[in-house]
């Protein structure tokens, strides 16, 4: 992905990104990443995908923007337009019946 830079100013697009497969199903694209570890990625769900495991939140908190479809944690369902706060330390398995595209924000990486 090109990242332009401009008085510390970055962009690129999703487009651009580099896609990478994380579990059969689930395609995650990062968008950015900063010096400290932060990232910003869009994830995509595919219908009747799984996370493959617990999701553990280290080294910090996770924040999730549901952006289209319908996201599982395993308990309950987030639909498009949600925000998620997933503190440290927190866990989840993430799923997607229909399938979902997410907004993640890691602050800590």
Not at 7 to 12: A, F, Q, S, V
Request: charged letters at 25%; one cysteine or more.
């Amino acid at each position: 992905m090109t990242i332009q830079d401009v008085n510390t100013i970055t962009w690129g697009t999703l487009e651009e990104a580099e896609s990478r497969e994380l579990f059969p199903g689930i395609v995650a694209k990062t968008i950015w990443a900063g010096n400290d570890n932060s990232k910003a990625i869009v994830v995509d769900f595919a219908p009747g995908s799984k996370w493959d495991g617990i999701d553990l939140h280290e080294p910090g908190a996770e924040e999730v923007f549901v952006i289209t479809g319908v996201l599982n944690d395993g308990i309950r369902d987030f639909e498009a337009g949600t925000f998620i706060h997933n503190p440290k330390g927190s866990f989840h398995v993430p799923r997607s019946e229909k399938g979902c595209r997410l907004f993640l924000f890691f602050p800590k990486g």
